[in-house]
């Protein structure tokens, strides 16, 4: 039951949703700072350096010099991880090879430079790279200075200083140092740093997202367009469970329209709107945390099995709120880190807490599930049976496809010792995504509005007041096997006197445990069918 429980956790709750990686970085500089910059660029991007300078009081005729190493990689892990002094040994060595990766580099050093004057490096891009470890489908290592002139893009743009080669994961290592024996605490330098591709400033490892988020926008508004127009044509028998799957669809085709801004932004200008993806991330904990509630709600059987939640309903939405909390919290913390460096402290001490409440909203799903199917098989109910047992197989089918994709991302990325198949990383936050928007198909699909609406939701004549579970959890408490046959006697006597099948349903579910009747042989498969016959012509 706990692998059953893990499993699915994995399918309907997993998720990896990240921020994309901006491609113009401002930052100010002092005297001996050492900058690291991680990027996934395609071939051609553009890597311009320029900005200004400002020296402490008193050594205006001081001056600096920049250094810069740009260092390709076909390990996409090896510039993720944040190995002390590793930088260090890239600006210095950038030619000495660490783990199993190949690549180039290109390191320059600019002449002095005046304090207080512009940061203007010069052209370094048609100079040749250096392969540290030479790349197979590197196809220029051979082409001649006039050769690769011709094929490059010679624009004259302020402060470029190259080109990348090859598409792949790049570090730009960048190093100011004044002349000053001593630091010189007064020295400050604006830099500027920008990688722009032919395709925009999008990593490619992040560039699909673009066209992904889009594409589920206009998924999700298509669910919301034909959900609306079901619930207009059939107004007078919608349920109250189909208000909930409508905030679901809404807030899902939010999330997707706030993330494809978010990365178009980006693509387009380099830099992200001040807040924007914080806002996106609380959107999309916001629907998350919406989406587990419709789920729970759902396992439970509301409007279907019973009229209302009870005390439930203030658990559903505490364990809701908590969920949006907490799923806030991680990924703005997140947003505010390098999300590809596992032994990130802060992202693993907020990713904790979230998992041990997806692990407890999964421990409520499945029971409820098992519950409520337990009192529909007891009641005889097969239309509303049936209506589950295709919820219970979209699960079963998720958890599946949950798992395939799990084990083969641990085999692609965790135990390759070298993620050099880093172009597929953007589908580990697509799958997810994916995967719950066939969830939530099946249920636009289960729980659509028609005009049979009436056969699945709660009625007193077939489904009872609502409180069967804890009736018949006292009954085999308090009254046992001996007690509820006792009671059965007693109750088809008045069923006969009365001749109302209304009381007769009441008492079946009110005293015979579904052990107890199934043990007992009380329903054979023939009564069943005759059983199940009646209660389909009354509801018809």
Same mark, same amino acid.
């Given at each position: ?6 499993? &699915? ?82 600006? &210095? ?74 598409? +792949? ?55 919301? +367009? ?11 028998? $919608? ?8 905030? $679901? ?68 939405? +505490? ?146 007041? +609502? ?74």
């Amino acid at each position: 039951m706990q692998l059953k429980n893990c499993l &699915l956790a994995a399918s309907l709750l997993g998720s990896s949703y990240g921020t994309p990686e901006q491609g113009k970085f401002p930052m100010e500089v002092q005297d001996r700072s050492l900058i690291r910059i991680f990027k996934t660029m395609f071939r051609n991007t553009h890597i311009r350096i320029y900005g200004d300078s400002k020296c402490g009081e008193g050594k205006e005729d001081n001056e600096f010099t920049v250094t810069w190493v740009i260092r390709s990689s076909s390990c996409f892990d090896e510039y993720v991880r944040s190995i002390p002094n590793v930088t260090e040994q890239y600006l &210095l060595h950038p030619e000495v090879a660490i783990g199993p990766a190949k690549g180039f580099y290109k390191k320059y050093q600019s002449p002095p430079i005046k304090c207080g004057t512009a940061i203007d490096l010069e052209d370094q891009t048609l100079d040749e790279v250096q392969p540290w470890h030479a790349l197979e489908s590197y196809e220029d290592t051979a082409a001649t200075p006039n050769s690769r002139r011709k094929r490059a893009r010679n624009i004259v743009e302020a402060g470029q200083v190259a080109v990348t080669p090859v598409e +792949g994961p790049y570090i730009i290592v960048i190093y100011v140092q004044t002349s000053s024996e001593d630091a010189d605490t007064g020295f400050k330098a604006n830099l500027h740093i920008q990688t722009e591709s032919p395709r925009g400033y999008l990593s490619p490892h992040e560039f699909p997202l673009l066209d992904f988020y889009l594409l589920m926008t206009l998924v999700y508004a298509g669910y919301c +367009g034909f959900w609306l127009f079901a619930c207009w044509k059939h107004k007078a028998e $919608v349920l109250r469970v189909q208000y909930w799957i409508m905030a $679901v669809l809404v807030l899902g085709m939010l999330e997707k329209a706030v993330f494809y801004s978010e990365y178009n932004t980006i693509n387009n200008s380099g830099y992200s709107i001040p807040g924007a993806a914080k806002f996106a991330e609380a959107v999309s904990a916001l629907k998350r945390g919406v989406a587990r509630m419709l789920v729970i709600v759902v396992a439970l059987g509301f409007g279907i099995t019973r009229p209302r939640l009870g005390d439930q309903l203030h658990q559903v939405i +505490g364990i809701g709120v908590l969920y949006f909390t907490l799923a806030s919290i991680e990924a703005f913390v997140r947003v505010d880190n390098a999300k590809h460096d596992p032994g990130n402290i802060a992202m693993v001490l907020t990713a904790v807490p979230l998992a041990i409440i997806d692990s407890l909203v999964c421990w409520w799903i499945f029971l409820a599930l098992t519950q409520t199917m337990k009192t529909l098989r007891l009641r005889r109910n097969m239309i509303k049976l049936n209506l589950y047992r295709h919820f219970s197989n979209t699960i079963l089918f998720c958890v599946v496809a949950s798992v395939v994709f799990i084990l083969w991302d641990m085999k692609l990325h965790r135990f390759a010792g070298c993620l050099n198949q880093w172009e597929l990383l953007w589908f580990d936050d697509a799958f997810w995504h994916v995967l719950f928007s066939f969830i939530v198909l099946v249920i636009i699909i289960l729980w659509r509005p028609s005009a049979n609406n009436q056969r699945y939701a709660y009625s007193p004549l077939v489904d009872g007041d +609502g409180s069967d579970a804890e009736v018949e959890e006292e009954q085999i408490t308090k009254g046992g096997a001996s007690e509820g046959l006792k009671k059965r006697d007693t109750g088809v006597k008045k069923v006969v006197r009365e001749q109302t099948a209304e009381d007769d349903l009441k008492w079946i579910e009110e005293n015979i445990p579904q052990t107890v009747a199934d043990g007992a042989g009380l329903v054979d498969e023939e009564e069943e069918a005759q059983e199940n016959k009646f209660q389909m012509n009354k509801i018809e």
